[in-house]
Every structure is written in C-alpha cells, then in structure tokens.
C-alpha cells in the first residue's frame, strides 16, 4: 500500500504555476512531478509564450530554463518584474554560471535547480517557493482588510515597505 503525498495548496486552493522550458523531455518531467503533487502547471516553450500566458492567468510560481530561443530565463524574469509581478521565479538549468546567478538572486529568484536533478530536491524547492508566495499574499490581504477597516495610513506605510523592499530586491547591484 502507497502512501499518496498531500496536494500542496496555496491559500487555500491549488497551486498555478507556469513551466517554461524549450526542452520537451525536461517539461515532461517537470510537469508530471508537479501534477504529482497537485500543482496545475501551464507550459511554455519560451518567454514570448511565457508572457502570453501572464497576460491570461496569475501564477505562483515560475519554473524557467535560463537558456532558450529569443529572450533568456533573466530577460523574462525581469519584464515579470518590471509589471510589478512578484511571482517567485525558480530556474531550472543546465549551467552552473555564477555571473547569472548573482544577476538572477538579485532580481529575485527563490532558487536554482540544476540539470539533471532528482525529484525529492524538485519538490523541496516548490514547496519552498509556494509557501514564500503564500506568506506575500497573505501580506497583500492584510493590507486591502487594513484598508477597507479605515486603516488608510497604516495601510500606505505597509505597501511602501512592501514595493520597498522589491525595489530593494532589484536593485542590490547599486547597494
């Protein structure tokens, strides 16, 4: 008898996260140890189709290849950011280049998966992930409830912290 894992959920529901990565094999992967776990995935097989995808859902998560056709892993992680999206980022990669790896951290990845990698490490670093996004929305549902009860000024005073600390976020390198 097999003991089936606990879906995660996030909030309350499940988990959308979205899969960009050019490698069929790898994507397969990936998604059937997402589904696994009961983690909803929406694939892309490059960032063109990954911002596509952002126009038409909200995810929570992004699993991403650093190298593919057209824009780089980095170069669609920091278009998300620059629409205000702070959906963690966790990349998936076949190269160890710690240049990038400073570049990405700074602009705000959770994590770094290397290729080939095994399925327990996969699922740690998602889990990871998912509970960051759940804390940040919880964060941002305070906020909204602080202002609806006529908080305003607390209110305000929390969503600077917060944008903040993503600016902080983005912009290490000037530290």
Do not use: H, W
């Amino acid at each position: 008898m097999s003991i089936q894992p606990k879906p995660m959920k996030i909030l309350d529901r499940q988990p959308k996260c979205l899969c960009v990565e050019d490698d069929p094999d790898i994507l397969f992967v990936i998604t059937t140890i997402l589904k696994e776990t009961g983690v909803e995935c929406i694939l892309a097989q490059d960032a063109e189709q990954a911002l596509k995808a952002f126009q038409e859902n909200d995810f929570d998560l992004v699993l991403c290849d650093i190298a593919m056709p057209g824009l780089s892993g980095l170069e669609l992680m920091g278009k998300v950011r620059s629409r205000a999206n702070e959906v963690p980022f966790i990349f998936v990669t076949g190269l160890s280049d710690a240049a990038f790896v400073i570049r990405a951290v700074r602009l705000g990845a959770v994590d770094f998966i290397e290729k080939p990698f095994k399925s327990d490490d996969f699922k740690k670093s998602v889990r990871r992930a998912l509970a960051i996004e759940e804390k940040r929305l919880q964060i941002v549902d305070v906020i909204k409830r602080l202002g609806a009860a006529g908080f305003e000024r607390e209110m305000q005073q929390l969503e600077s912290y917060f944008v903040q600390m993503s600016m902080l976020r983005g912009s290490s390198e000037r530290l």
